[in-house]
């Protein structure tokens, strides 16, 4: 059974930082990807960042100079670095775990690409 349990949610000021860990259990991290999604609330759920075991990273238009990914191949743990936080980047975020290398997905922060996914961590941001 995979399970993904995220962590490091909170409640920051406008241009604070966030770290947030998710530690994946019963999933091998070898040729897969996994990614960061959010959700507002009364918005759909987008895609923040993704990367792979190849090492190869994808972003969101909004989010690129002020996040970054990375990924702990051996340790199973995805970390999301989240910089100049902004009211805006508040949501919860979810942890996704899938088959494959993000250069195989027409859209690499497309949710389908991720069979399992975590419980969120919320983040709010205040102006």
């Known amino acids: 059974q995979v399970t993904l349990v995220e962590s490091g949610g909170g409640s920051v000021q406008s241009g604070g930082s966030l770290r947030l860990s998710c530690v994946a259990s019963?999933?091998?991290?070898?040729?897969?990807?996994m990614a960061w999604f959010r959700q507002a609330p009364g918005k759909e759920r987008e895609g923040v960042a993704a990367?792979?075991?190849?090492?190869?990273?994808a972003y969101a238009d909004s989010v690129k100079g002020r996040f970054t990914i990375s990924q702990d191949v051996a340790a199973n743990t995805l970390t999301l670095d989240m910089n100049d936080l902004q009211p805006e980047d508040g949501a919860m975020y979810f942890c996704?775990?899938?088959?494959?290398?993000?250069?195989?997905?027409?859209?690499?922060?497309?949710?389908?690409?991720?069979?399992?996914w975590g419980q969120g961590t919320q983040v709010s941001v205040s102006s």
């Open positions: 996704a775990a899938g088959w494959g290398f993000l250069q195989h997905f027409v859209q690499p922060l497309d949710s389908r690409n991720f069979r399992y």
């Open positions: 019963g999933f091998h991290a070898g040729w897969s990807s």
């Open positions: 990367t792979d075991s190849e090492g190869t990273t």
